[in-house]
């Protein structure tokens, strides 16, 4: 069977991540990497490290070349946020199927306009919400469907940054602390609770300087009903786990509880007078995922050669890209006052913000 040829947009923390997966993946062949002129010599030094020695290195200028050519099929995205719709619109133009690290786009507008645009093209357009090909998070979403624990109830997630490396340049860039952060938690809620949510409202604060610089908060608290009466919390922090990358999960049934707690360094424990000593936490979110993010791009190349159903929806994403709009709402409104008729999510009719007290 021919290669799957493909162009890797971005080779940065997430970039150097999936060249890796793909560099092991039998009948891939990475034609193209681009980036800025400026970092080649660090992407060739990447290349090297996984003996890519056929793989071409373009500019960002050069994106003409690369999407024109009639070899490549699929396209992965890596880059900052703010580049990702003209990106995805470019690559389904040219007729690529696209993954693309979260978020498809800074608004909801922009995702739901590339997503109608690959199903005008019939090609894949996937999100990289890894958390979903977590080994321990399918399996707690599997016994969720069993039933394991009964009737659904309550969902709570925790997720709290490790020693910070946030940057008052990232922050800048980065879309906010929803858009960039808490999309993982809120794909994680609506797909734990299998059903679309019914309201939100969201608290946050800027504990930290920089954050109110930037006009971002650094901790945020956000809760979630949905329909069925499942309520979901989710305490989401760039800020204060110095101890390590603390995600952790509780989901709460009629008949039983399912958690999901930090991996550790190490499983060696020390008992003594003093108590139990655990070795540190993984202070990084990408390590604690690299077997995830390896699942995630092995699915998009199986959808890619025709091997499997996509398992994401538009609908998932573009869900969870209105909510991210809804926090944002919700956190100006202070939780004060009721959103409920704020026109444009009137439109939607399947998402509103409101007043913690109401409903
Ligand atoms: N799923 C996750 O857990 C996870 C974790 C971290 C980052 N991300 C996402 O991955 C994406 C990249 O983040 P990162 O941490 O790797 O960033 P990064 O800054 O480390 O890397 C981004 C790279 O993109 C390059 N770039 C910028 N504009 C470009 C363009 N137009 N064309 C080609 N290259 C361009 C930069 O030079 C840089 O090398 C972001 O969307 C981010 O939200 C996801």
Request: aromatic content about 6%.
């Amino acid at each position: 069977m021919a290669a799957v040829n493909i162009v890797v947009f971005g080779c940065g923390r997430m970039g150097s991540v999936h060249l890796t997966t793909l560099a092991g993946l039998t009948g891939v062949r990475i034609k193209w990497v681009v980036d800025e002129a400026g970092v080649h010599p660090r992407v060739q030094q990447v290349l090297e490290s996984l003996r890519l020695q056929t793989t071409n290195i373009a500019d960002i200028a050069d994106i003409d070349t690369v999407l024109g050519d009639k070899e490549v099929t699929s396209v992965v995205i890596c880059t900052p946020a703010s580049t990702h719709e003209s990106l995805i619109q470019a690559a389904l133009k040219a007729g690529k199927h696209v993954f693309c690290e979260k978020p498809i786009g800074l608004s909801s507008d922009s995702v739901t306009s590339s997503y109608r645009l690959a199903a005008e093209k019939g090609l894949t357009l996937y999100c990289g919400f890894q958390r979903r090909k977590d080994a321990d998070f399918s399996q707690v979403c599997t016994k969720i469907r069993q039933g394991v624990i009964g009737t659904l109830r309550l969902i709570k997630v925790t997720s709290r940054d490790g020693p910070s490396h946030n940057t008052a340049d990232f922050l800048k860039h980065s879309g906010g602390l929803f858009l960039d952060s808490c999309v993982h938690d809120l794909d994680v809620v609506c797909w734990l609770a299998g059903e679309r949510p019914l309201t939100l409202v969201a608290y946050g604060h800027a504990h930290e300087e920089m954050f109110a610089e930037c006009q971002d908060v650094d901790m945020t608290s956000i809760m979630v009903k949905f329909p069925s009466g499942t309520i979901a919390t989710i305490d989401n922090s760039r800020i204060g786990a110095e101890y390590g990358y603390d995600q952790r999960l509780e989901v709460l049934g009629s008949s039983g509880m399912l958690k999901i707690e930090n991996p550790r360094t190490s499983n060696v424990q020390q008992w003594g007078d003093v108590g139990t000593v655990l070795a540190p936490m993984i202070h990084d979110g990408v390590q604690r995922y690299l077997a995830a993010y390896r699942k995630e791009m092995g699915h998009f190349i199986d959808i890619v050669k025709g091997e499997r159903e996509c398992d994401m929806t538009a609908e998932s994403v573009i869900t969870v890209s209105q909510m991210v709009e809804l926090c944002q709402e919700s956190l100006h409104a202070g939780g004060s006052h009721c959103l409920c008729r704020s026109s444009k999510y009137r439109l939607h009719r399947q998402l509103h913000v409101q007043a913690p007290h109401a409903g």
